[in-house]
């Protein structure tokens, strides 16, 4: 009986394991055999192709023999979660990546036991390195524009820059966006907040809690060009919970209202670049905490029911006309969401999806094919002429899965040195010119980004 009984746990893990491969199905190999993080994560990112979680865990590969205890972040690779340095020494609110390889995190830690390294800092693939600046307050969230970090959160300013709540840090120096954001005082609270930042198509979409960003009147969501701050419309009645931005530059937008003591959630809002529209909430919905996009569907992550007789919850798509179930959601909730090549991966709180594949708190579903051989395949990239000495260079490039895309100069010495040409493109065959006469001569890599994916080639600039 003892035999039959392993024989079985052996083929249903291995059911789970083959369930996991393939479009519109489950990958559980982050959470399975408990091996996920013991609480919900609260951020993810992608970088270097490995997905980084974040938050409040401290254990992570749990009943295997790679255990690991460490500060509240980690990569998953080898088939098990790895460690960074030990972590960091309090939990972490959010992350995100940048094209030079950095990982940028924000939360309550120090550096060292330095109170000066305080609140932020970025893990270079091998050890961790801490930003200065932050002395009062705290940074709720981050965003990178493949030039400059953008950090949101509680604060009167951050080193050298005096904006509220908001700044912008880039060549190791902190930089003002204006005022920032303000809030008129009230018996709730009189200090400005801000709780999202997403960067998208040349646009820093900042939400929060506020009355105007800069000089522009904006109720909790506004935008900022790079050089100034726009409102969007009447705005938004209620905290912003998250923020994600279509492929056509529609702006869904996630909040909840106080009534009393009760914290409601707000219907999800829809911005088409001059007018707000309501779209509704999924069904049985109590909050939704994360919301992701592949240009086109809108992924949603919360607290809500789709189907409660199959134990669907906590996870949805909207198709610009309704909400549907995803894989059959988990038997829980969820608390962050990142879509990444073809899969949506979801952290949270449960131990089970799609009701009966047993997985701790973070799994991915495949929702499209993934690029064909690899991540850099499927990005071909061209100089022309190479080396360059007329001054112009033309920059031709392949893409195969539409969306946002941009390039970028690096320096031999690992600087970037310029980013351009942000922009959605179509699959096929693109080229865009370079000006280089204001760059000096010498080796640099023409680097094209594209939805997590890198491609690079050498270009040379003899003047």
């Not at 100089?383 to 320096?411: K, M």
Request: charge should be negative.
């Amino acid at each position: 009986m003892q035999t039959l009984i392993i024989c079985f746990v052996v083929f249903f893990t291995l059911f789970d394991v083959l369930y996991s491969q393939g479009v519109n199905t489950w990958d559980i190999s982050f959470g399975a055999l408990l091996k996920g993080p013991e609480s919900a994560p609260k951020t993810l990112a992608m970088q270097s192709n490995h997905l980084h979680i974040g938050g409040h865990f401290t254990r992570l590969n749990s009943n295997t023999q790679h255990v690991l205890n460490t500060g509240y972040v980690s990569y998953f690779s080898d088939d098990h979660w790895q460690d960074m340095q030990g972590g960091l020494n309090a939990p972490i609110k959010s992350m995100c990546s940048a094209i030079d390889g950095k990982l940028y995190v924000a939360g309550g830690f120090t550096m060292d036991g330095s109170t000066d390294l305080f609140g932020l800092a970025f893990w270079n693939g091998v050890s961790w390195t801490g930003i200065p600046g932050l002395k009062v307050g705290s940074i709720n969230t981050l965003a990178h524009d493949g030039v400059a970090l953008y950090a949101g959160g509680m604060f009167p300013g951050i080193g050298d820059a005096k904006s509220q709540g908001i700044a912008t840090y880039a060549n190791d120096k902190w930089q003002d966006m204006q005022s920032g954001i303000r809030r008129i005082p009230t018996q709730s609270g009189s200090q400005g907040e801000v709780t999202v930042l997403k960067y998208a198509l040349g646009k820093l979409y900042v939400g929060g809690q506020f009355d105007s960003a800069g000089l522009a009147p904006a109720r909790n969501i506004a935008y900022w060009d790079g050089q100034v701050w726009h409102s969007m419309g009447e705005g938004i009645r209620g905290k912003i919970t998250d923020i994600t931005i279509l492929n056509t530059g529609t702006v869904i937008v996630a909040s909840t209202k106080t009534n009393g003591n009760i914290i409601e959630c707000n219907p999800l809002m829809s911005w088409n670049g001059s007018a707000w529209s309501e779209i509704g909430l999924p069904p049985n919905c109590i909050s939704i905490s994360a919301l992701s996009n592949d240009g086109v569907n809108v992924f949603i992550g919360g607290n809500f029911s789709m189907d409660s007789s199959r134990h669907d919850h906590g996870l949805a798509k909207w198709d610009g006309k309704t909400f549907s179930s995803i894989g059959g959601g988990v038997v829980g909730t969820i608390a962050s969401l990142l879509y990444h090549d073809g899969i949506v991966y979801c952290g949270g709180t449960f131990l089970r999806v799609s009701d009966s594949l047993h997985c701790r708190n973070i799994a991915g579903y495949r929702v499209k094919e993934q690029s064909i051989e690899g991540s850099d395949s499927s990005l071909r990239l061209r100089t022309y002429p190479n080396p360059n000495q007329a001054g112009i260079v033309a920059i031709s490039f392949h893409i195969d899965d539409p969306g946002e895309a941009e390039l970028c100069l690096i320096s031999a010495d690992g600087r970037v040195t310029h980013c351009f040409a942000q922009a959605y493109y179509t699959i096929g065959f693109h080229e865009v010119t370079l000006n280089t006469h204001a760059f000096a001569s010498g080796q640099y890599q023409c680097v094209l980004y594209h939805k997590g994916h890198i491609r690079t080639t050498t270009m040379h600039i003899m003047h």
